[in-house]
């Protein structure tokens, strides 16, 4: 049922006390005899519904249950002990073997409350046409190996119906819960996937029909080709079962990963059986496999065994959990053997539904479906299917919106409450009365209040008893910018244009459209931490019910801010003695007395009386209580604040495990960390109760599904209580994590904005400490995070950090200082402060020359290079960039990506130059050095580069380079470049005249440029702006684009810009008749063309010039011109120039009357036909009319862009002269459409 929304009911089951998991682990080994596992005692556990649920928002307390393996040992009919478990195992005792031991699960996990909870909300789903999703939160191990797909509960108090197992009913899910972290994997989108399907059949075990397996594999993916429209699946097959093969399959990107074989299972860990040597198995770890198939980017992996006389538990219950810890998002596996026929059942029912955007939950029902349909219920192979989900969402490869195809809302209900919600019922039923779509609340309160726990409650009871038509999503913001909170909250729903959107508005104007569909949706925001993010958040869901939390009050209009205030002293008291676990009625009045002196000291506030009450549960009097606490101020203040942490941080002093953590988290920069940096050196076994621990207390938050953070004010006053040397050695720590996370994903960028705020916080704390050598700390950091902050606009946070560094550059070792003068000028260059950049740029080049480094000297030398090409000085800039080559040619690999850089800058000016030839061997040696080193960003510059020469002159090159730089830019996230391509694809709708799309390709290329303060984009903008408006005869608003074209470009010291502005400006003096205006500014290009050797500018100018010429009378000066013109363009190649050289002649010469006016009126129309020609192709670039279609037709995704202000050179363009004119030959002012410059 593609579509299906299921609705999540956890149930969690632990041993230990009634609060809080055991950190024990109570582990059976699986291979122990079934003889010796009877003999096992029994264990106390607890079991309780995990978070809110469809039926009833009140988890209710936890209930005891006893586990023993007895509970499945039965004596057969000559009163000998039998196994339930193994009888499934070996396929023995049928059906009755089944209801038993489904029953006897069902009892386990099923106690009263938790059984009557999850009826009501199995019920509730379906009268709404949902399903559910039973999540098993095992947190005992020994529970894990337990067959739970075959839970029964009987229907009606009937017995021995089939439709009692969960597993077989279509709207049931029954999904295994690793709680090993880990950050939800994104899913990907458009249709286009990889699946690696391996089969191994070692020798000397029994034979598998592999062959079978595979057929219908390929059959099912067949299926899908014919079927599901727009889905393209590539199959990557093995064939000899070998870790050799294994490997090479899984070298690239995978989706889906499906191995049938053999699995083995001993000592707790499972492996593969794959082919070895001389074909003998060999076994193939789960860890190994995880590390494999992470580094692959695998979403899915299906593990089929089937059916031998090798007998394991749970051959893949290992594997799958390493699978999941390693990031997959679903894990397919088999607990016990499958029959041949079963496991070619699972590829057909699978495959289609899954690459076909269904939920893997529906998947996962079709299997068994088909397995109980061919082979009855005393097969047990359709309850050996186990999946491993992560997240809530189910589907993992979501299909691209399309007009027929709805998607359904997210449902994300609110975390579990920590405690008993009293005191608060009055002020609950007034907000929930109050809550409706285009209704805004925001909770806000002290620290401790419990604002997020009544805003969790609010959230969940409006959810659970109101009709919200298109969903619920609740989702944690913290510490962010407004264009992160509403990726944040898009990235919960299936596509990527809010992602793309570039800027704010974009993005708040692509949510908004995203909720259109969905009517009514009910949001709840957990800690939104100012006005900015509250505005942005307000702005993008209008016409939702929105619900928010946070310390301190909006004051925003369209919001109404309730305050949570403490709790009374009655409701105070109640919650005390009800975490005590004690009524009032069991107390003497001095007793009663204490108690409410304790909550008053506490505030009354929640989480302080939270936090005494578990002092009294493991053994303090109230009296020792009260004593610890009287020294603490009347009311709640920065000191109280660290008495409540100092109170805690004792009481964890039996959880070393748990110190360390609140410790360790403390030290990171932002207060927050990924379970990655804070598990490190921790056992598994101890790390997870110990996070659980805390953040029962209070002292942490879970920020998603791998990252806790720290309340700012435990950090900031609870400190001081810690361990001096304990806090010193974490911070260490933490710091030496950050620095190697960053060299080791210095190329990575998703993975650095990750940790973004963590690494620029580590930066000044660098730059701040007193410690040796703390200055070239920062600057090996910065080296990692250049690239980084560089492409995603993150200028003034790099430039900062180095100018700190250079503030004091005594303290920095020689190599540093010459990088940080290098880098600094780079900045500068992005900011256009070129003057600034040359003078670091000759600091950077001295010091590179003083210590012998040729190749540092010449990046120094290509930079230089780069500012002046931006300063319009090519003879300069073409000295720097050969001197630059030749020092960098000394070590090409070393110079690597800057020598790429220099070739394409060098091809950019010899284009200008006119010098095509030397153009295009230097736009070569570009592109095969920077595939050599595997650069994409040098790949697109210099496609990007060479394409905008050919424009004039092969347009379908042209196109063809864009389009190349347009598939490498998808790989990184340079919105600049982006803004390049935009503007280039709009120069291409220029020549063919397609202005309305012109139009929309500068806008959107203008928005990158503004949004990132690229000045130099800015003013090819305005040029381009003008250029629409000259085609169009709207003179005075062309003239207007061009006179800010010139003042920016003169502001920015960009002279060469300055100069094609000015012939732009030119033109539209001579169209209005302001002749002398015209000639002026004709001179100044001549001036600069000649100067530069521009010969593009020059046969420009001389052609404009030669009609002026006619203007004034002059014809044989026009004539002169015309083929001084005529002859550049020839040299140059150049189509656009030689449309504007060849019409000037043809005009000249036919109002001459001289011979080759019909000659040079053809040529310019076949340059023009040239041009022209290139439609089909463009329109497959961008075929849309709006700039929203136009940006999303051109790019699939983000797009990135130059790391350094590369000036694409300007092109010149004219538009075709009237037939009239074409067929007399006569000059007409009025029809001329001169020349326009892109």
């Not at 502005?1061 to 004709?1082: C, K, P, W």
């Amino acid at each position: 049922m593609p579509g299906a929304v299921y609705r999540t009911f956890a149930v969690r089951v632990w041993c230990g006390s009634k609060e809080e998991p055991d950190a024990r682990i109570i582990q059976q080994p699986d291979h122990v005899a079934p003889q010796a596992r009877s003999e096992r005692k029994e264990t106390a556990l607890w079991v309780q519904v995990w978070g809110s649920t469809p039926g009833e928002t009140n988890p209710g307390e936890p209930e005891r249950v006893t586990y023993s393996p007895d509970l499945f040992v039965r004596k057969d009919a000559s009163g000998e002990p039998v196994n339930l478990l193994d009888q499934i195992k070996d396929r023995q005792g049928g059906d009755a073997v089944l209801y038993q031991v489904g029953a006897i699960l069902a009892e386990l996990i099923f106690p009263k409350a938790v059984r009557s909870n999850f009826l009501a909300s199995r019920r509730k789903v379906k009268d709404v046409g949902e399903r559910l999703r039973l999540r098993l939160v095992l947190q005992v191990p020994e529970l894990k190996s337990l067959p739970w797909e075959y839970l029964y509960l009987p229907p009606k108090e009937e017995i021995c119906d089939p439709s009692g197992f969960l597993a077989l009913d279509q709207d049931i899910s029954i999904v295994r819960h690793e709680d090993i972290g880990g950050e939800e994997p994104s899913t990907p989108h458009g249709g286009k996937y990889r699946l690696v399907a391996a089969f191994a059949g070692p020798d000397g075990q029994p034979k598998l029909n592999l062959e079978g397996d595979r057929e219908a594999i390929a059959a099912a993916l067949e299926a899908i080709s014919k079927n599901s429209k727009g889905v393209i699946v590539s199959t990557a097959w093995g064939g000899q079962g070998t870790r050799e093969e294994l490997e090479r399959l899984l070298k690239g990107p995978c989706d889906v990963f499906h191995f049938s074989g053999h699995g083995y299972f001993w000592e707790g860990e499972g492996s593969l059986l794959l082919v070895g040597a001389d074909r003998k198995s060999e076994k193939y770890e789960g860890s190994k496999l995880a590390q494999l198939l992470g580094d692959a980017k695998v979403k899915v992996a299906i593990l089929e065994a089937c059916e031998s006389a090798e007998r394991g538990d749970n051959p893949y219950g290992g594997v799958a959990a390493a699978l999941v810890l390693k990031g997959l998002a679903a894990v397919v596996a088999s607990q016990y053997r499958l029959r041949d026929k079963n496991a070619v059942a699972i590829a057909k029912a699978i495959y289609p539904r899954l690459l076909s955007g269904e939920t893997i939950d529906h998947c996962i029902f079709q299997a068994r479906k088909s397995i109980f349909q061919q082979s009855a219920l005393g097969d047990r192979d359709w309850g050996a299917l186990v999946l491993y989900l992560r997240g809530d969402q189910g589907v993992v490869f979501p299909q691209q919106e399309t007009e027929d195809r709805k998607v359904s809302a997210p449902c994300i209900e609110a975390p579990p409450l920590q405690m008993p919600l009293i005191g608060r019922a009055d002020q609950l039923e007034q907000l929930a009365a109050q809550v409706k779509p285009g209704v805004n609340l925001f909770l806000h309160g002290n620290f401790g209040v419990g604002k997020t726990s009544l805003a969790a409650q609010l959230f969940n009871q409006v959810s659970t008893s109101a009709p919200i038509e298109r969903g619920r999503i609740w989702h944690r913001l913290g510490k962010t910018t407004p264009e992160r909170a509403i990726e944040s909250l898009a990235r919960l729903f299936p596509g990527r244009k809010v992602s793309e959107a570039d800027g704010l508005a974009a993005k708040t104007e692509a949510f908004k459209a995203l909720l259109a569909s969905f009517p009514g949706l009910l949001i709840g925001l957990d800690e939104v931490s100012d006005q900015t993010i509250g505005r942005a958040v307000l702005d993008a869901t209008n016409g939702c019910a929105v619900m928010m939390n946070g310390t301190a009050p909006l004051k925003l209009n369209g919001v109404q801010d309730v305050k949570v205030k403490p709790l009374s002293a009655e409701a105070a008291r109640e919650l005390f003695l009800s975490l005590c676990q004690v009524s009032a009625a069991d107390l003497n009045k001095a007793d009663l007395i204490l108690v409410d002196k304790i909550c008053k000291r506490m505030g009354r506030l929640p989480l302080g009386i939270r936090l005494a009450a578990s002092k009294c549960a493991e053994g303090d009097s109230y009296k020792t209580l009260w004593l610890r606490l009287e020294t603490a101020p009347e009311t709640i203040s920065n000191d109280e604040v660290q008495v409540l942490f100092k109170a805690n941080y004792d009481e964890l002093a039996s959880l070393p495990c748990a110190q360390r953590l609140l410790v360790r988290i403390a030290s990171f920069p932002a207060l927050e960390a990924s379970f990655a940096a804070l598990q490190a050196g921790e056992k598994i076994k101890e790390f997870f109760p110990a996070k659980d621990k805390l953040i029962s207390l209070g002292l942490l938050d879970a920020i998603g599904p791998d990252r806790l953070s720290q309340h700012p004010l435990l950090a900031e006053h609870g400190n001081p209580a810690l361990d001096r040397e304990q806090v010193a050695s974490e911070r260490r720590y933490a710091e030496q994590w950050l620095e190697k996370y960053a060299r080791d994903n210095r190329k990575n960028h998703p993975m650095l904005e990750k940790e973004q705020d963590n690494l620029l916080g580590l930066l000044d704390d660098f730059v701040q400490s007193e410690e040796p050598g703390h200055l070239d700390r920062v600057i090996a950091t910065l080296r990692n995070l250049f690239d980084f902050l560089r492409i995603r606009g993150l200028w003034s946070e790099a430039f900062e950090r180095i100018d700190a560094c250079l503030s004091s550059e005594q303290y920095l070792s020689d190599e540093n200082r010459g990088w940080a003068f290098l880098h600094r000028a780079i900045l500068h260059t992005l900011l256009a402060r070129y003057d600034d950049a040359l003078s670091d740029l000759v600091r950077a080049a001295q010091r590179f020359e003083c210590d012998g480094d040729s190749v540092n000297l010449g990046r120094a030398l290509y930079r230089r290079g780069v500012v002046h090409v931006l300063k319009g000085d090519l003879m300069l800039a073409d000295q720097d960039l050969r001197d630059g080559i030749a020092h960098m040619s000394f070590d090409p690999l070393l110079a690597g990506a800057d020598l790429a850089g220099a070739f394409a800058r060098q091809g950019a000016v010899l284009a200008q130059q006119g010098r095509r030839t030397e153009a295009q061997e230097a736009y070569r040696r570009s592109l095969r050095l920077a595939e050599q080193i595997g650069d994409d960003e040098e790949q697109t510059r210099a496609h990007l580069g060479r394409g905008a020469m050919n424009q004039a002159t092969d347009p379908a090159q042209a196109l063809a380079d864009f389009d190349q730089a347009r598939r490498l830019a998808e790989k990184t996230g340079d919105q600049i470049q982006r803004a390049s391509i935009l503007h280039l694809i709009g120069c291409q709708h220029y020549y063919s005249e397609h202005y309305e799309k012109a139009q929309a390709c500068f806008a959107d290329a203008m928005r990158l440029f503004q949004q990132f303060g690229y000045q130099n984009g800015i003013a090819k903008c305005l040029v381009a702006f003008g250029n629409l408006a000259l085609a169009e005869r709207r003179y005075d608003e062309a003239r207007r684009n061009y006179e800010q074209a010139i003042e920016l470009n003169t502001s920015l010291k960009q002279a060469g810009a300055a100069a094609y502005a000015t012939y732009q400006l030119a033109v539209v003096a001579q169209r209005d008749g302001r002749l002398d205006d015209a000639e002026r500014g004709y001179d100044e290009c001549q001036k600069y063309a000649h100067a530069e050797k521009d010969r593009v500018l020059e046969a420009a100018v001389a052609a404009q010039r030669a009609k002026l010429m006619l203007q004034r009378d002059k014809p044989q000066a026009a004539a002169l011109l015309a083929r001084k013109a005529s002859d550049l363009a020839k040299a140059l190649d150049d189509k656009l120039t030689q449309i504007t050289a060849s019409s000037a002649l043809a005009v000249v010469l036919g109002t001459l009357k001289q011979e080759g006016a019909q000659e040079a009126m053809a040529a310019a129309a076949t340059a023009r036909a040239t041009i022209k020609g290139v439609e089909g192709e463009l329109q497959s670039l961008s075929d849309a009319k709006t700039t929203t279609e136009i940006s999303d037709r051109i790019f699939n995704s983000e797009l990135p862009a130059p790391s350094s202000p590369d000036r694409i050179p300007d092109r010149i363009i004219a538009n075709e002269i009237p037939d009239r004119v074409m067929h007399d030959l006569t000059y007409d002012d009025s029809d001329d459409d001169g020349g326009g410059l892109i």
